[in-house]
């Protein structure tokens, strides 16, 4: 009796381990082809979609999408928000309302809900659930419920190689530089200069950089070693383990001496 439980005991072990497998298998490949690129567009008709960029599925709340751009070689992580204009099916005008730039890496979870003009500069990152918005709520009319006043909308703009940490949030009017950086859990709003950190509910600048001072205040610790001279493309492929190739690039590794 023993001998019989212990077999199907094993017996049900392997078919749950199996059963795993093929869920996990099956879930890779939904995702793989469920992810929308200008190759594989999906229901989606962007503006604009790059070569090389690819929205990871499963998407997040995406409408209106003649009015978002998307420059090439961008990666937009799984469950991103990326909207214009209140709900699907208006017609917002000749000009794009969201804006993303090349080279872009938006983490998962995040939102960038647009309503006038929100622009995103080339290299822009962003941790996992980042909250990007060109329009808050009114409420100075107190015999109205808040959701029911008209919104009020301002652009907002973050410049190019800017890196905006996990939780952040980005309101309406900020206006942030290029190479700026932004903790985890702030919330940003007017005027970001060059160069510069800011951390906080609300944002203040906690390091900046100038030509003449350099980073103020210092920094405690070394800089990385960079990337050693001569290291050929394969060698830094083998070294990251990515693909790094560009798309059409021959697959082929070239020969090296």
């Not at 005008?93 to 995103?120: A, F, N, T, Y």
Request: charged content about 20%.
């Amino acid at each position: 009796m023993s001998i019989t439980r212990s077999l199907l005991s094993a017996v049900r072990s392997g078919g749950r381990r199996a059963t795993g497998r093929l869920v996990h298998r099956g879930w890779q490949w939904v995702q793989r082809a469920g992810a929308v690129s200008n190759d594989n567009p999906g229901p989606y008709r962007f503006g604009e979609l790059g070569d090389g960029t690819k929205l990871a599925f499963p998407l997040g709340a995406v409408f209106n999408e003649q009015w978002i751009t998307i420059g090439p070689f961008s990666i937009i992580g799984e469950r991103v928000t990326i909207s214009a204009g209140f709900l699907p099916g208006l017609d917002l005008g000749p000009e794009p309302i969201v804006r993303i730039g090349g080279g872009c890496v938006i983490g998962r979870d995040s939102h960038i809900v647009g309503h006038q003009s929100i622009v995103l500069g080339d290299d822009v990152w962003t941790g996992p659930g980042v909250y990007i918005s060109d329009q808050a709520h009114e409420y100075r009319a107190t015999d109205l419920p808040i959701g029911k006043q008209w919104p009020r909308n301002e652009p907002v703009e973050i410049g190019a190689g800017s890196w905006i940490g996990t939780g952040a949030v980005i309101l309406p009017g900020a206006r942030l530089g290029r190479n700026v950086v932004v903790a985890a859990g702030s919330v940003v709003r007017g005027e970001v200069p060059d160069h510069s950190v800011v951390a906080g509910a609300p944002a203040r600048i906690v390091r900046s950089w100038t030509p003449d001072e350099g980073w103020q205040p210092p920094f405690r610790h070394d800089a990385p070693s960079p990337i050693p001279e001569g290291v050929t493309a394969e060698q830094l492929r083998a070294l990251v383990g990515w693909d790094l190739r560009l798309p059409g690039e021959d697959a082929t590794p070239s020969s090296t001496a």
